[in-house]
């Protein structure tokens, strides 16, 4: 059974750092895209970064490059999302999602291409 489970979210303040952690278990991650996603009360859920663990190409949403970094955990099967310079407009619920192969339709960055999600972890930014 394919299990993804996200931690690390939580409350800062503007300018504040938080790093998500994302254990996947019931399926190897290699060579598979696996992604973070955001989704804010009112608003479609978001892609914000992805990694396909066959060469380490990475992949990040506008809005976040420079700020965010996605990799390989230090434990098998994890995949963090290390979070910098945080603003109060990426609060939202962040969920990893895995699964997507190459052959999978749909851009690293788009939710149609994942077959895992986790549960979600809060991450909130105050001004």
């Known amino acids: 059974q394919v299990r993804l489970v996200e931690s690390g979210g939580g409350s800062v303040h503007s300018g504040g750092s938080l790093t998500l952690s994302c254990v996947v278990s019931?399926?190897?991650?290699?060579?598979?895209?696996m992604g973070w996603f955001r989704q804010a009360p009112g608003k479609e859920r978001e892609g914000v970064a992805a990694i396909f663990t066959g060469n380490d190409n990475t992949y990040y949403a506008e809005s976040v490059k420079g700020r965010f970094t996605i990799s390989h955990g230090w434990a098998e099967n994890t995949i963090d999302l290390e979070m910098n310079g945080l603003k109060p407009e990426d609060t939202a619920m962040y969920y990893c999602a895995g699964g997507a192969s190459t052959y999978d339709s749909g851009g690293p960055l788009e939710a149609r291409k994942y077959r895992a999600w986790g549960q979600g972890t809060q991450v909130t930014v105050s001004s």
């Open positions: 019931g399926y190897t991650t290699s060579n598979y895209y």
